[in-house]
Protein backbone atom coordinates (compact mmCIF):
# COMPACT_ATOMS: atom_id res chain seq x y z
CA UNK A 1 0.00 0.00 0.00
CA UNK A 2 2.77 2.55 0.60
CA UNK A 3 4.39 1.68 -2.83
CA UNK A 4 0.89 2.23 -4.01
CA UNK A 5 0.51 5.54 -2.45
CA UNK A 6 4.09 6.84 -2.96
CA UNK A 7 3.21 6.56 -6.96
CA UNK A 8 0.32 8.22 -6.79
CA UNK A 9 2.50 10.98 -4.94
CA UNK A 10 4.64 10.60 -7.67
CA UNK A 11 1.90 10.88 -10.65
CA UNK A 12 0.01 14.13 -8.72
CA UNK A 13 2.51 16.56 -8.94
CA UNK A 14 1.61 18.89 -5.10
CA UNK A 15 2.32 22.07 -5.42
CA UNK A 16 5.64 22.40 -3.48
CA UNK A 17 7.38 25.53 -4.29
CA UNK A 18 10.15 24.24 -6.71
CA UNK A 19 13.84 25.12 -6.57
CA UNK A 20 15.04 22.67 -9.75
CA UNK A 21 17.06 23.95 -12.32
CA UNK A 22 14.20 25.41 -15.02
CA UNK A 23 16.26 24.34 -18.17
CA UNK A 24 15.64 20.64 -17.07
CA UNK A 25 11.90 20.85 -16.73
CA UNK A 26 10.41 19.36 -19.17
CA UNK A 27 7.30 21.17 -21.13
CA UNK A 28 5.37 20.51 -23.90
CA UNK A 29 1.59 20.78 -24.93
CA UNK A 30 0.91 16.49 -24.15
CA UNK A 31 2.64 17.21 -20.62
CA UNK A 32 -0.19 20.37 -20.15
CA UNK A 33 -2.63 17.81 -20.68
CA UNK A 34 -1.63 15.45 -18.51
CA UNK A 35 -1.26 17.85 -16.09
CA UNK A 36 -4.81 19.77 -16.46
CA UNK A 37 -6.79 16.56 -14.26
CA UNK A 38 -8.02 16.86 -11.55
CA UNK A 39 -8.91 14.70 -8.24
CA UNK A 40 -11.94 13.99 -6.33
CA UNK A 41 -10.78 12.95 -2.65
CA UNK A 42 -13.74 10.42 -1.34
CA UNK A 43 -12.01 9.55 2.04
CA UNK A 44 -8.72 8.74 3.04
CA UNK A 45 -7.92 5.58 1.25
CA UNK A 46 -10.11 6.55 -1.84
CA UNK A 47 -8.77 9.21 -4.65
CA UNK A 48 -10.80 9.62 -7.44
CA UNK A 49 -9.27 11.39 -11.02
CA UNK A 50 -11.88 13.70 -12.68
CA UNK A 51 -10.50 13.89 -16.52
CA UNK A 52 -11.79 17.38 -18.68
CA UNK A 53 -12.99 16.89 -21.99
CA UNK A 54 -9.27 17.39 -23.73
CA UNK A 55 -7.56 15.04 -22.13
CA UNK A 56 -10.52 12.53 -22.86
CA UNK A 57 -10.10 12.94 -26.45
CA UNK A 58 -6.64 11.21 -26.12
CA UNK A 59 -7.52 8.15 -24.58
CA UNK A 60 -6.66 4.94 -26.04
CA UNK A 61 -5.23 6.88 -28.86
CA UNK A 62 -1.70 6.96 -29.84
CA UNK A 63 -0.04 9.94 -27.44
CA UNK A 64 3.75 10.93 -27.25
CA UNK A 65 5.81 12.61 -24.33
CA UNK A 66 9.56 13.38 -23.71
CA UNK A 67 10.45 13.13 -20.42
CA UNK A 68 12.49 11.35 -18.14
CA UNK A 69 12.85 7.84 -16.77
CA UNK A 70 12.29 7.31 -13.07
CA UNK A 71 12.56 3.66 -12.21
CA UNK A 72 9.92 2.27 -9.81
CA UNK A 73 12.31 -1.45 -9.37
CA UNK A 74 16.18 -2.27 -9.87
CA UNK A 75 18.23 -2.99 -12.82
CA UNK A 76 19.32 -1.38 -15.92
CA UNK A 77 16.79 -2.65 -18.42
CA UNK A 78 13.34 -1.33 -17.84
CA UNK A 79 9.99 -1.93 -19.35
CA UNK A 80 7.68 -0.45 -16.56
CA UNK A 81 8.50 3.10 -14.62
CA UNK A 82 6.76 6.04 -13.79
CA UNK A 83 7.89 9.03 -16.83
CA UNK A 84 8.37 12.30 -15.49
CA UNK A 85 8.89 16.61 -15.91
CA UNK A 86 11.99 16.78 -13.99
CA UNK A 87 15.22 14.58 -13.47
CA UNK A 88 15.56 12.06 -10.73
CA UNK A 89 18.71 13.83 -9.84
CA UNK A 90 16.74 16.74 -9.05
CA UNK A 91 15.83 15.09 -5.77
CA UNK A 92 12.10 15.96 -5.41
CA UNK A 93 11.53 13.45 -2.03
CA UNK A 94 13.89 16.12 -0.23
CA UNK A 95 11.14 18.36 0.59
CA UNK A 96 12.38 21.11 -1.32
CA UNK A 97 11.66 20.77 -5.18
CA UNK A 98 8.53 19.28 -4.90
CA UNK A 99 6.61 16.41 -6.83
CA UNK A 100 6.52 16.51 -10.58
CA UNK A 101 3.83 14.84 -12.86
CA UNK A 102 4.35 11.53 -13.90
CA UNK A 103 2.64 8.95 -16.18
CA UNK A 104 3.10 5.26 -15.68
CA UNK A 105 4.91 3.96 -18.77
CA UNK A 106 4.32 -0.07 -20.20
CA UNK A 107 7.03 -0.55 -22.91
CA UNK A 108 6.54 -3.71 -25.43
CA UNK A 109 10.66 -3.63 -25.42
CA UNK A 110 13.11 -2.99 -22.86
CA UNK A 111 15.26 0.29 -22.94
CA UNK A 112 18.23 0.84 -20.95
CA UNK A 113 17.76 3.48 -17.92
CA UNK A 114 19.59 6.79 -18.82
CA UNK A 115 19.77 10.26 -17.03
CA UNK A 116 18.80 11.83 -20.43
CA UNK A 117 15.82 12.88 -21.59
CA UNK A 118 13.37 10.03 -23.17
CA UNK A 119 10.46 9.86 -26.21
CA UNK A 120 7.87 7.46 -25.49
CA UNK A 121 4.71 6.98 -27.87
CA UNK A 122 2.06 4.68 -26.89
CA UNK A 123 -1.46 4.41 -25.99
CA UNK A 124 -3.12 6.70 -23.57
CA UNK A 125 -5.17 4.48 -20.88
CA UNK A 126 -7.23 6.44 -18.11
CA UNK A 127 -8.24 4.54 -15.56
CA UNK A 128 -10.98 5.50 -13.61
CA UNK A 129 -10.44 3.54 -10.73
CA UNK A 130 -9.08 4.68 -6.75
CA UNK A 131 -5.88 6.77 -7.43
CA UNK A 132 -4.18 5.42 -4.35
CA UNK A 133 -3.96 1.84 -5.67
CA UNK A 134 -3.06 2.17 -9.31
CA UNK A 135 -1.63 5.49 -11.46
CA UNK A 136 -4.55 7.17 -13.30
CA UNK A 137 -3.23 7.41 -16.51
CA UNK A 138 -0.83 5.07 -18.52
CA UNK A 139 1.06 4.77 -21.93
CA UNK A 140 1.00 1.43 -22.49
CA UNK A 141 1.88 -0.95 -25.47
CA UNK A 142 4.59 1.92 -25.89
CA UNK A 143 8.10 2.40 -27.40
CA UNK A 144 10.81 4.61 -27.25
CA UNK A 145 11.25 6.86 -30.26
Same mark, same amino acid.
Given at each position: ???????????? &?? !???????????????????? &??????? =????????????????????????? *???????? &???????????????????? &??? *? =??????????????????????? *??????? *????????? !???? !????
Amino acid at each position: MKQLILIFLLFT &GY !AVKAQHNPNDQITSSNWDVI &GSVDFKI =VKDSEMYVVYNPEIKKHANKPFELE *GYLVPIKD &GMKQTKFMLSTLPINQCYFC &GKN *G =VPIMVMVELAEPIKFTYQTITIK *GTLKLSA *GNAMDNPPI !ALVN !AKSI
